[in-house]
């Protein structure tokens, strides 16, 4: 169901076969078809949209442009000057004055932003279903959940409305809705790309990521909007280039692994991971344990309350204006002590030094991104219950600092989407691409285009 890629808009725009106003009133008319089925929150008007897609064409050296028309959604926790931020929750809404830098590399590049994505309110959740606006539902059917908190974003790419989109994850947001329809979801290693512009939900672990349909494509992008920027005090540059070669990718036993009582998604997952030698990959023994063990921290430690710190005083004077379940959830946060802190950061040590350890004998590990998929209705008969299932594989990732990415990886045998997710140490995210092109048969370069070159932020101000 998915659409042109970016690499294959850039050809057409550049050719000549097409334009970016002719791709602007094809992504228009395609979001006017859908009507409001809970993908967007704020489309860009089809006129503005045409007129922007207008200006691009006019830009200076317009078809030489990195991402020249290629249109792009971004998910509504994120500035887009003129727009409204509403984190799903309109008594909180506030027009932007200025674009998170992250975005503004996109539109200095030629892409053309099609609008705000819809998205589990104050990015809480990982399931979809958390929006007074409508509920996405999966591109799979059956009533199946989008997944969330970037629920709107992976429909918008999933359906072909555009050939990528930026959200979040803090905790799988990126991720698990990637898994759920059939997408690329990659988080990359904290810091590589600006959060300023964010509406924070844990702001020591959140993160900017893509979602796309190929790993061309998620290249092509991270060449423009990565960029150290020192008003981000989590910036990092990135890391090195993946030079080819052997990937060692570890394996969990398989009783080790979580399917829930899944059978069927138990089969497809062995059988994924039973063809990752015939793929190139050697796959030596690991463990999950000191993951899995980080990721319990997440909910039932006191990182949730750090959504305080941004949400308290709303929370405070409008709790009527936030959903029930996202006001149970943020006012869990009050329970939590500073000894808690204390006791949370220093078991968190422990098992980071652990998972250090374990990088000198694998690369990579893969794991399904979700032992399970759910329909909207059995979400909210147990809202809490099935979100952390949800994040049973994803909770731990920015915890420990790693790079992370969903890969589809085909159907159950009923039809459901199965997906593979690769994670590594921080900067390890060329590691991480490269196990992606070669899970999906993807060819890869390994001496990339820099459109922008290796400058900051602040040099290109």
């Not at 094809?26 to 006129?47: K, N």
């Not at 910036?235 to 829930?260: C, D, S």
């Not at 691409?433 to 990339?448: C, M």
Request: hydrophobic share 45%; aromatic share 6%.
């Amino acid at each position: 169901m998915t659409g042109s890629t970016v690499t294959e808009i850039l050809a057409q725009h550049q050719g000549g076969n097409g334009s970016p106003t002719r791709t602007a009133a094809r992504v228009a008319d395609a979001i006017a078809a859908r009507g409001d089925d809970g993908t967007w929150i704020t489309p860009v008007p089809r006129h503005e949209l045409l007129a922007a897609a207008a200006a691009i064409e006019r830009m200076p050296g317009a078809r030489t442009l990195p991402l020249y028309g290629v249109p792009f959604g971004v998910k509504d926790s994120i500035d887009v000057a003129g727009y409204p931020t509403t984190l799903a929750c309109p008594d909180y809404a506030y027009l932007a004055t200025r674009t998170a830098p992250a975005v503004q590399r996109l539109l200095d590049a030629g892409a053309l932003f099609v609008g705000k994505t819809n998205l589990d309110q104050f990015a809480t959740g990982l399931n979809g279903t958390r929006t007074p606006y409508p509920v996405p539902r999966s591109v799979f059917g059956g009533d199946l959940i989008s997944g969330g908190s970037s629920s709107g974003s992976a429909l918008a790419v999933a359906l072909g409305q555009v050939p990528f989109c930026v959200a979040t994850d803090t905790a799988g947001s990126g991720r698990v809705p990637a898994a759920l329809n059939g997408i690329i979801g990659w988080k990359p290693s904290r810091g590589l790309i600006s959060t300023v512009g964010l509406v924070p939900a844990c702001k020591s672990l959140d993160c900017l990521t893509l979602m796309a349909t190929t790993v061309e494509d998620l290249d092509l992008v991270a060449e423009v909007i990565m960029a150290v920027d020192h008003e981000d005090p989590w910036t990092r540059a990135r890391g090195g280039r993946f030079p080819g070669g052997p990937i060692r990718l570890g394996l969990p036993a398989p009783q080790e692994l979580e399917f829930f009582g899944d059978e069927a998604m138990r089969a497809a997952h062995i059988a994924a991971r039973d063809r990752l030698p015939s793929k190139g990959f050697r796959c030596p023994d690991t463990t999950l344990a000191p993951f899995l063990a980080a990721g319990a921290l997440l909910y039932q430690g006191p990182w949730v309350a750090e959504r305080l710190v941004e949400f308290d005083d709303f929370l405070t004077e409008r709790p009527d204006s936030i959903l029930p379940v996202i006001r149970e959830i943020l006012d869990s946060g009050r329970q939590f002590s500073a000894v808690d802190v204390f006791r949370a950061q220093q078991r968190l040590q422990e098992l980071r030094a652990e998972v250090a350890r374990m990088w000198d004998e694998v690369d990579a590990v893969v794991v399904p991104t979700i032992g399970t998929t759910f329909t909207v209705a059995q979400v909210l008969a147990d809202p809490i219950a099935t979100n952390t299932v949800l994040g049973h594989y994803t909770h731990f990732g920015n915890l420990l600092d790693l790079t992370a990415i969903a890969v589809p990886a085909g159907t159950t045998r009923d039809g459901r989407p199965v997906s593979l997710m690769v994670f590594g140490p921080a900067l390890a995210d060329d590691v991480v691409l490269a196990a992606a092109a070669r899970l999906l048969d993807e060819p890869r370069s390994t001496a990339l285009p820099h459109h922008f070159g290796p400058v900051t932020l602040q040099e290109r101000r």
